[in-house]
Nanobody
Framework: QVRLQESGPGLVKPSQTPSLTCTVSGGSITTNYYYWSWICQPLGKGLEWIGH???????YYSPSPRSRIPISRDTSKNQFTLQLRSATPEDTAVYYC????????????WGQGTQVTISS
Protein backbone atom coordinates (compact mmCIF):
# COMPACT_ATOMS: atom_id res chain seq x y z
CA GLN A 1 0.00 0.00 0.00
CA VAL A 2 1.46 3.32 -1.10
CA ARG A 3 1.17 6.17 1.38
CA LEU A 4 1.92 9.86 0.83
CA GLN A 5 2.38 12.27 3.73
CA GLU A 6 2.75 16.04 3.32
CA SER A 7 4.61 18.20 5.79
CA GLY A 8 4.98 21.96 5.79
CA PRO A 9 5.48 25.08 7.89
CA GLY A 10 1.83 25.97 8.48
CA LEU A 11 2.01 29.75 8.88
CA VAL A 12 4.47 31.74 6.75
CA LYS A 13 5.09 35.47 6.33
CA PRO A 14 4.79 37.02 2.85
CA SER A 15 7.94 37.00 0.67
CA GLN A 16 9.39 34.02 2.52
CA THR A 17 10.22 30.78 0.70
CA PRO A 18 8.67 27.85 2.55
CA SER A 19 9.17 24.26 1.46
CA LEU A 20 6.60 21.51 1.50
CA THR A 21 7.70 17.89 1.53
CA CYS A 22 5.87 14.76 0.48
CA THR A 23 7.24 11.58 2.04
CA VAL A 24 6.33 8.42 0.16
CA SER A 25 6.19 4.96 1.70
CA GLY A 26 5.22 1.61 0.23
CA GLY A 27 6.72 2.46 -3.16
CA SER A 28 9.71 4.23 -4.69
CA ILE A 29 9.47 7.61 -6.41
CA THR A 30 11.95 6.30 -9.00
CA THR A 31 9.73 3.42 -10.12
CA ASN A 32 8.80 3.72 -13.82
CA TYR A 33 6.55 5.39 -14.95
CA TYR A 34 4.89 7.21 -12.12
CA TYR A 35 4.29 10.93 -11.88
CA TRP A 36 4.36 12.66 -8.50
CA SER A 37 2.26 15.79 -8.32
CA TRP A 38 1.58 18.81 -6.17
CA ILE A 39 -1.98 20.13 -6.14
CA CYS A 40 -3.45 22.95 -4.11
CA GLN A 41 -6.92 24.07 -3.11
CA PRO A 42 -7.42 27.65 -1.95
CA LEU A 43 -10.32 28.18 0.44
CA GLY A 44 -13.61 28.13 -1.43
CA LYS A 45 -11.99 27.21 -4.74
CA GLY A 46 -11.36 24.06 -6.72
CA LEU A 47 -8.29 21.88 -6.97
CA GLU A 48 -5.41 23.38 -8.93
CA TRP A 49 -2.59 21.29 -10.38
CA ILE A 50 0.76 22.95 -9.72
CA GLY A 51 3.18 20.53 -11.34
CA HIS A 52 4.80 17.13 -11.13
CA UNK A 53 8.09 15.33 -11.13
CA UNK A 54 8.47 12.05 -12.96
CA UNK A 55 10.25 8.84 -12.02
CA UNK A 56 13.28 10.08 -13.99
CA UNK A 57 13.19 13.52 -12.35
CA UNK A 58 11.70 15.47 -15.26
CA UNK A 59 9.50 18.31 -14.08
CA TYR A 60 6.40 19.86 -15.62
CA TYR A 61 4.50 22.86 -14.35
CA SER A 62 1.17 24.55 -14.79
CA PRO A 63 1.37 27.70 -16.95
CA SER A 64 -0.25 29.64 -14.10
CA PRO A 65 1.82 32.09 -12.00
CA ARG A 66 2.49 29.25 -9.55
CA SER A 67 5.05 28.00 -12.07
CA ARG A 68 7.61 29.97 -10.11
CA ILE A 69 7.42 27.06 -7.69
CA PRO A 70 10.13 24.47 -8.33
CA ILE A 71 9.67 20.79 -7.56
CA SER A 72 12.64 18.67 -6.58
CA ARG A 73 13.25 15.28 -4.99
CA ASP A 74 15.51 13.40 -2.60
CA THR A 75 15.65 9.76 -3.63
CA SER A 76 17.61 8.77 -0.52
CA LYS A 77 14.60 9.82 1.59
CA ASN A 78 11.96 8.91 -1.01
CA GLN A 79 10.62 12.45 -0.83
CA PHE A 80 9.72 15.20 -3.26
CA THR A 81 9.51 18.84 -2.38
CA LEU A 82 7.66 21.97 -3.45
CA GLN A 83 9.20 25.35 -2.77
CA LEU A 84 6.96 28.44 -2.62
CA ARG A 85 9.28 31.19 -3.78
CA SER A 86 8.34 34.70 -2.61
CA ALA A 87 5.09 33.50 -1.11
CA THR A 88 2.08 35.82 -1.24
CA PRO A 89 -1.29 35.62 0.58
CA GLU A 90 -2.73 34.25 -2.69
CA ASP A 91 -0.67 31.10 -2.08
CA THR A 92 -2.73 30.33 1.03
CA ALA A 93 -4.27 26.91 0.42
CA VAL A 94 -4.33 23.26 1.35
CA TYR A 95 -1.50 21.56 -0.50
CA TYR A 96 -1.74 17.92 -1.54
CA CYS A 97 0.72 15.51 -3.06
CA UNK A 98 -0.54 12.70 -5.23
CA UNK A 99 0.60 9.94 -7.57
CA UNK A 100 -0.55 9.10 -11.05
CA UNK A 101 0.54 6.10 -13.14
CA UNK A 102 1.00 8.27 -16.22
CA UNK A 103 0.27 11.63 -17.85
CA UNK A 104 -3.24 10.68 -18.92
CA UNK A 105 -4.15 8.60 -15.90
CA UNK A 106 -6.08 9.69 -12.83
CA UNK A 107 -4.53 9.96 -9.39
CA UNK A 108 -4.43 6.65 -7.54
CA UNK A 109 -2.94 7.83 -4.23
CA TRP A 110 -3.22 11.13 -2.34
CA GLY A 111 -1.81 12.58 0.81
CA GLN A 112 -4.18 14.01 3.40
CA GLY A 113 -3.14 17.59 2.65
CA THR A 114 -1.38 20.27 4.65
CA GLN A 115 -2.63 23.81 5.24
CA VAL A 116 -0.25 26.64 4.35
CA THR A 117 -1.26 30.16 5.36
CA ILE A 118 0.66 33.17 4.08
CA SER A 119 0.03 36.09 6.41
CA SER A 120 1.91 38.83 8.18
Amino acid sequence: QVRLQESGPGLVKPSQTPSLTCTVSGGSITTNYYYWSWICQPLGKGLEWIGHITSVASTYYSPSPRSRIPISRDTSKNQFTLQLRSATPEDTAVYYCARTPGPTEGYDYWGQGTQVTISS
